[in-house]
């Protein structure tokens, strides 16, 4: 029994490589670019370089939509005024600048 499970299970490995060898045909000597030369070798350094330009301008277009660098962006509904209340807030001017830029917003 034993004899029998080894054979079954060690004969298919050996005997499929003779069974490709067996359907080869001689060996394939074409040239590249549908037998022709290459004359098609121009377009393929060009369609990569499309292809590349393509998803590059893909993802800067992503990360713009998604908010990605939007450093000068602002949000709805804030207006100068707010963000000029939150700069002070944050110690990014002092008290002068913080009534000077607000009298010159206020004036607009």
């Known amino acids: 029994m034993r004899r029998k499970l080894f054979l079954a299970a060690a004969l298919p ?3 499929l490589p ?6 080869q ?3 394939y000597y ?5 037998e022709g030369g290459a004359h ?3 377009f393929g350094p060009l369609m990569m370089v499309i292809f590349v330009a393509v998803l590059l301008g893909a993802v800067v ?6 908010g ?3 450093g000068g962006h602002v949000p709805a509904g804030k207006g100068p005024l707010d963000i000029l209340k939150e700069r002070f807030a944050r110690g990014e001017i002092d008290k002068a600048e913080y ?3 607000k009298k010159v917003l206020e004036e607009e």
């Open 99 to 101: 009534d000077e830029r």
């Open 30 to 34: 074409h040239t590249h670019m549908w």
């Open 40 to 42: 098609g070798w121009f």
């Open 13 to 15: 490995p050996l005997i």
């Open 61 to 66: 277009l992503l990360a713009r939509w998604f």
């Open 68 to 70: 990605v660098g939007a």
């Open 25 to 27: 045909r001689e060996p």
């Open 18 to 23: 003779w069974a490709a060898w067996a359907q």
